[in-house]
């Protein structure tokens, strides 16, 4: 049986001194294979730096060396990410800023608007829907008015300029009226009345204009078939304060007691 073993290959020798197998330098042995599944593993393959705990978590950096991958850096670095959320707040800040200056810009335009219409139209009416309302109903009241006006000038311009007797013009026009509607900065008074230029108590309907908070501009008077006609231009410092409606009553109220 030994002779079968020495035919097959070279038998193992056990060394002298097993503690020190390197000192054996003629004598052959094999060393224990380790068994299937472990590997030995280079610690300078797979490295991981972390930051210390009292550094800024932004400052942390992973490398990744995998064998056969080769080293991976992250898509994203932490300074990329920081200048990515600083771009977003800056946006978020200037949209607040031009959403904050246009609901200034509108506040001030609906107070514009309010300044303009009369107080009669606004009487109970708080919110900005029904201040619009009011502005559109108002305005298509002047159209209307400022059409029954240039209906009675023409009329008046045709009555002047056919040469009819007085008579005929004392029947066709109206007694006498007054007209207050608000203009650029202020109001516009017209009158129209039966008396001459000399007769006319103008410097009463003044008076009672500065009594309202009026400040008279502009005072222009003319006579056509012994009936004159005055146009008051004032300013007003708030238009809002001052009732058209129940101005013009007070004037036509004076006019109608002058004349009588």
Sequence with gaps: ???????????????????????????????????????????????????????????????????????????????????????????????????????????????????QIPLEYLKGKRSISDHINEASNYVRDLQKRIQELNHKRDGLRKMSNSGAPDTVVSQNCPPDYVTVQP????????????????????????????????RVVTTVSSTVNERSFHTIKSEVSDLTTLDLSELEEKLTDLVASSSS
Aim: include cysteine; charged fraction near 25%; glycine fraction near 6%.
């Design 183 to 214: 203009c650029w900065g202020g109001v516009e008074v017209m009158i129209n009345s039966g008396f001459k230029n000399g007769e006319f108590p103008l410097s009463r309907v003044i008076r009672e204009l500065v009594d309202q908070g009026v």
């Design 1 to 115: 049986m030994d002779e079968n073993k020495r035919g097959k290959g070279v038998d193992f020798i056990p060394p002298a001194d097993p503690l020190f197998p390197s000192q054996q330098s003629d004598e052959l042995f094999f060393p224990a294979t380790s068994t299937a599944g472990q590997q030995q593993t280079d610690p300078q393959q797979n490295t991981l730096f972390m930051a210390a705990p009292s550094l800024d978590c932004t400052d942390l950096l992973f490398e990744l060396d995998i064998p056969g991958l080769g080293r991976r850096k992250p898509s994203a670095t932490p300074n990329s990410c920081v200048e990515t959320c600083n771009d977003e707040k800056k946006k978020k800040d200037i949209h607040r800023d031009v959403e904050r200056q246009r609901r200034q810009e509108m506040a001030t335009f609906y107070a514009s608007l309010r300044s």
